[in-house]
């Protein structure tokens, strides 16, 4: 039986070893066959190393190791390109120095290969005098290839440390982009050398200063083509894994059409583009296969603490960010910063599409799965309530066994119990803003949770007539929330009734509970209830 190759990211040792490989070459002779420069934004963990590596031989001309893949029957040539690799992986940029001694140390051996010329000292003119000196003895241009390039940025997001560069005091994460754009700013004189040119990372960092030094550079990444370059689609999961589903089902007592399910429901749910093609998470997925159980793999691997610094200096909470629409500009090709961490949330896998609405050209971003659900919302909520006892996980249990019985009473009591228990200064200042913003993100939150539970939550649902604060439904239940600060929860309930909020259940053969909950600012605790 095949091994499964987790950790392994290099093509030649998957394929010369057995381990089980899902075959991406038809893909990546699509993305190769044209010259230019390309750039794909995943997640961590996402099989990014491995599509590098896959790239790598193709230009090496290693037909032997395509055979009986999809490459062995589209490419006919297999010519051998001079081909240069930088991986930014494996290095801490925090420390000083860091990303020039890695540039530094990928130049010089590639000048012991093809000659030093004495009349550059700059990283990016020596390396474009490498290219040409490559394209000059072999005859064929060359081919670079950069994984994780903004990794040395990440490392120092938001972390206000700081260096001296020529007597100027700088941030480390403004000097680090200031040597990348020096650097990739030479491949401009290095084109007619250049056959192609593929970086991958996580966020599309600072494109305009960044890239700017590439002419034309294509950003592939919501790309309909290329959805499942990297992860693992529906149709490659049923043709690929039939057999581990059945084993893995059969180890938890599940059918294969539980195991299946259960599998979706955790781990699938990423779409890249408008196609809303399904992509599972490759790492969690093989995991789960190998260890035959259901965790959190992916979300254990890295904390994702620079996002956690980028929300505690925004404006909007987790609340305001998910379940909304967004342009293109706004989660995609705009830089993320601290004013605007939407980008990065999304681009590094906490976020995804879940619709596209073709008329207004806007995507509606969430919470891809379980997996994230459970692992990005218990974080936020351990820091948002200063939980260090795990109080919140245990109510989240509890609070889900009662919404799943229809137990609302219960319910109530447990959330006034856990509300009154916070801390009472979450509260940013003494405004009715800033109370109001607190409730409204202690709700999402505490509701986000239950519903990660096994439940569908929907924030600000709008319709027709206006936007119910929050949606939940249960297997039997659907749930109708709608919150107000310093008014009667009649109020609420009236707005419900208003806006229509419950039409679309009529004839939902589910109970429709629906609630209206008042916030005291006075007291920071649930001041009013009412059900119908």
Known sequence: MKQYPIGIQDFASIVQDDFVYVDKTALVYQLAK?????????????????????????????????K?????????DWTEYPVFEIDFNGKDYTQ??????TL????????????????????GDRFAYVLHQAHEKTGHRCVVLIDEYDKPMLDVMDTGLKTTEGGVEMTLEERNRNTLKAFYSTFKSAD??????????????AQVSVFSGFNNAQDISMVPDFDSLCGISQEELDTNFHDAIEALGKANGLSYEETAQLLKETYDGYHFSKAMTDIYNPFSLLNTFKRKDFSDYWFATGTPTYLLRLLAHNDE???????????TQQFVDYRATVEAPVPMIYQSGYLTIKSYNRETRRYVLDLPNKEVSNGFLSLEAASYFQDKQGRTSSFVIDAAIALRNGQIDKFHDMLVDFIASLPFNLRVDNTKKSYEKEFHMVVFLIIRLIASQEFITFNEMPNSDGIADMVLHTP???????????????????????KGYAAPYAHDPRKVYRIGCSFSSETGRVADWAVE
């Open 104 to 123: 530094e140390g990928s130049v010089s051996s590639w000048e012991r290969i093809y000659g030093k010329s004495p009349d550059f000292e700059e990283l």
């Open 96 to 101: 000083e120095g860091a990303l020039v001694r």
């Open 476 to 498: 039997n239940y659907v749930y109708i929330f709608e919150f107000k600060l310093d008014h009667p929860a009649s109020k609420a309930l009236a707005q419900i009734e208003a």
């Open 192 to 205: 007619a050398d250049l056959r192609f040119v593929f970086l991958t990372g996580v966020t599309k960092f």
């Open 34 to 66: 044209v010259k230019g420069v390309y750039f794909l934004s995943r997640p961590r963990r996402f099989g990014k190393s491995l599509l590098v590596s896959t790239l790598k031989y193709y230009f090496q001309g290693r037909k032997d190791l395509f």
């Open 68 to 76: 009986g893949l999809e490459m062995e029957k589209l490419e006919k």
């Open 317 to 327: 909470d987790l609340s305001q960010i998910v379940g909304r629409e967004y342009t």
